[in-house]
């Protein structure tokens, strides 16, 4: 299964925002993924094959195997749908 | 649950990104949700961690780690006269502000759903932005916790 982090500074509101959103994405689009929402400390750690992280972050959450998907408007669903789905289907 | 509408400061007066949370700050201390402490967390998170907690355009969502202070879960909702920059590339400047204190890590997913359905309802955020006073954007924030 795709494993999918959502980084932020702390790890449990930006993240988890964008956890929330992708979530209802994956399920409309009835891809299956594990989505786990992790800190900028943490996430070179937690192995992920896609990384979703606020576009100011880009600096931070690159350097690793994963995927980066970076998002301006954090609580755009479009957005979000766009840029994740196309990575995903990409990973398939 | 905690509403939406509890604290809130409408067209308050912030210089500086700084002022804008320390007034969201100071909502949440004297509401008893968190210290003085957690409050200048969150203005080292931006410090520390960058403008990435401007979600959207227009809209700040300023918190700090539960550890740092938080005494109960809730949130405090501050629209600004006068927009300030956070250093965002895209969502700069900022005229509202949504700070929540949470008690732990996983306990206020019902608060961030509630922050984004506000936050993603055109209406809604034009009605919070243009409320003249506090008992206008409680009232505006409160169309929202029954949608």
């Known amino acids: 299964m795709i494993r999918i982090a959502t980084v932020c500074g702390m790890g449990f509101g930006t993240s988890m925002m964008l956890k929330l959103t992708i979530q209802q994405i994956l399920r409309d689009e009835g891809i299956d993924a594990k989505v786990d929402p992790v800190d900028l400390g943490s996430f070179k750690t937690m192995p992920a094959d896609v990384v979703v992280a606020p576009t100011d972050m880009g600096a931070q959450v690159s350097g690793t195997p994963a995927r980066v998907v970076l998002i301006d408007n954090l609580i755009d669903k479009d957005e979000i749908r766009r840029k994740v789905v196309a990575v995903l289907r990409a990973e398939g | ?147």
């Open chain 2, 1 to 147: 649950m905690e509403p939406l509408t509890e604290h809130v400061a409408a067209r308050a007066d912030a210089a500086d990104w700084r002022a804008a949370v320390r007034l969201a700050g100071d909502l949440l201390v004297s509401a008893g949700l968190a210290t003085a402490e957690y409050a200048g967390a969150m203005e080292e998170a931006r410090e520390e961690l960058g403008p990435y907690m401007v979600i959207a355009p227009g809209v700040a969502m300023p918190h700090a780690r539960p550890e740092r202070g938080v005494l109960a879960p809730g949130v405090a909702v501050v629209t600004l006269v006068t927009p300030v920059a956070f250093g965002h590339a895209a969502n700069d400047p900022v005229d509202v502000v949504i700070a929540f204190a949470a008690e732990d890590k996983s306990a206020h997913l019902a608060t961030l759903q509630r922050i984004a359905a506000l936050v993603t309802d055109p209406d809604a955020l034009s009605a919070v932005r243009g409320a003249h006073d506090d008992g206008e954007l409680r009232a505006a924030l409160a169309t929202r916790r029954t949608a």
